[in-house]
Nanobody, 124 residues
Framework: QVQLVESGGGLVQAGDSLRLSCVAS????????MGWFRQAAGKEREFVAT????????SYADSVKGRFTISRDNAKSTVYLQMNNLEPEDTAVYYC?????????????????WGQGTQVTVSS
């Protein structure tokens, strides 16, 4: 069993930056593909970013490409999401997810473990 705990959300203004962190329990973090998803009020959960086990492969949703960066530190069992130039449309609950596969995936159904989420609110 893996537990994921997100942190770093908050209320910011448009154009500001935030860095989300997600710490994983367990000893095999380095073998997990990791992802970030988000869910805005009244909308379905959507893909944001994903990274493979080594950190050498990452992909992003078009809506965040060039503004968000996913990274991981396997020694700390932590995955990050650096969010720059935030927009009001980025307002959502952000979820960290882990899959028992070394590859990254943008598919919501590919993930086995989920965090509780952290709220990000961007005011205009």
């Amino acid at each position: 069993q893996v537990q994921l705990v997100e942190s770093g959300g908050g209320l910011v203004q448009a154009g500001d930056s935030l860095r989300l962190s997600c710490v994983a329990s367990g000893r095999t973090f380095s073998s997990y593909g990791m992802g970030w998803f988000r869910q805005a009020a009244g909308k379905e959960r959507e893909f944001v970013a994903t990274m493979n086990w080594s950190g050498r492969s990452a992909s992003y949703a078009d809506s965040v490409k060039g503004r968000f960066t996913i990274s991981r530190d396997n020694a700390k069992s932590t995955v990050y999401l650096q969010m720059n130039n935030l927009e009001p449309e980025d307002t959502a609950v952000y979820y960290c997810a882990a899959r028992t596969d070394i590859r990254s995936s943008a598919n919501y159904n590919a993930y086995d473990y989920w965090g509780q989420g952290t709220q990000v609110t961007v005011s205009s």
